[in-house]
């Protein structure tokens, strides 16, 4: 037992050096962030809770000095994209997560390793870890150079134009409420594929005005998004 707990911080030690540039001074804190909670007790949901709020801040005093002019509605948007599930999985794939995670048995059999929500809470875990170890600007300036290319992927042209960057869900829900309708109503219909893998296909339907689309993404978010995006149009907004 006290063999593999050895091997785990040193296999989560070794990956926070080669992938973050960062040395830990608690190997055993490390292995906690990247221990999914498949692999039994001590896992990341704590750390993983606490790199999310240090996350959030990080990004969030980034855009408030890169863009001066932009308002609280515009930021918010603007962060959420950055910090989004499938953003942080993105980053986390980038620095190859997902082969240094601690997972049990039915997670690797499945390919929990490349699973969006595993890889992007796995990231947020090892935040909070280098948060509690070095403090808050270390966790800064460690994350900011990780989150760079998101970063830089905004584009500030639209960012000034509020409304551009409201997504289909939030201008449909803002046109209904402007008209005094109900807010829409969205439904699963389908599911494929495997865990690691589906496609949701989810119905968008505004009884106030009969109307109704349907969307497909690989996340009952984007799914919903797809269909709101269809119905937007449909009503011609």
């Known amino acids: 037992m006290a063999g593999g707990e050895e091997a785990g911080r040193a296999r989560a030690a070794d990956w926070v050096r080669r992938r973050l540039g960062y040395q830990p001074r608690d190997p055993a804190l490390f292995e906690q962030a990247l221990r999914h909670r498949s692999a039994g007790s001590g896992h990341n949901e704590r750390l993983e809770f606490l790199g999310d709020a240090v996350l959030n801040l990080v990004v969030a005093g980034h855009l408030y000095r890169q863009y001066p002019e932009a308002d609280e509605g515009a930021l918010s948007r603007l962060r959420a994209s950055v910090v989004s599930g499938e953003s942080l999985a993105r980053v986390a794939m980038a620095l190859e997560i997902g082969p240094a995670l601690a997972l049990g048995a039915g997670e690797l059999k499945t390919g929990g390793f490349r699973r969006e929500s595993i890889l992007a ?3 947020e875990a090892v935040c909070g870890a280098v948060f509690l170890e070095s403090g808050f600007e270390a966790a800064r300036e460690l994350f900011l150079r990780a989150l760079a290319p998101s970063l830089a992927g905004l584009d500030a042209a639209a960012l000034n134009a509020a409304e551009g960057q409201k997504d289909a869900k939030t201008r449909l829900q803002e046109w209904l409420q402007g008209q005094g309708m109900p807010l829409p109503h969205y439904q699963v219909l389908e599911v494929n594929g495997e865990s690691h893998a589906q496609t949701f ?4 339907r ?9 969307g497909e993404g690989h996340s009952r978010r984007r799914a919903e998004q797809a269909a709101a995006q269809r119905l937007l149009r449909d009503l011609g907004l």
């Not at 296909?201 to 968008?204: E, F, G």
């Open 121 to 123: 809470d796995a990231f």
């Open 201 to 204: 296909r989810v119905s968008c």
């Open 206 to 214: 505004i009884d106030a005005v009969k109307a109704s689309a349907e």
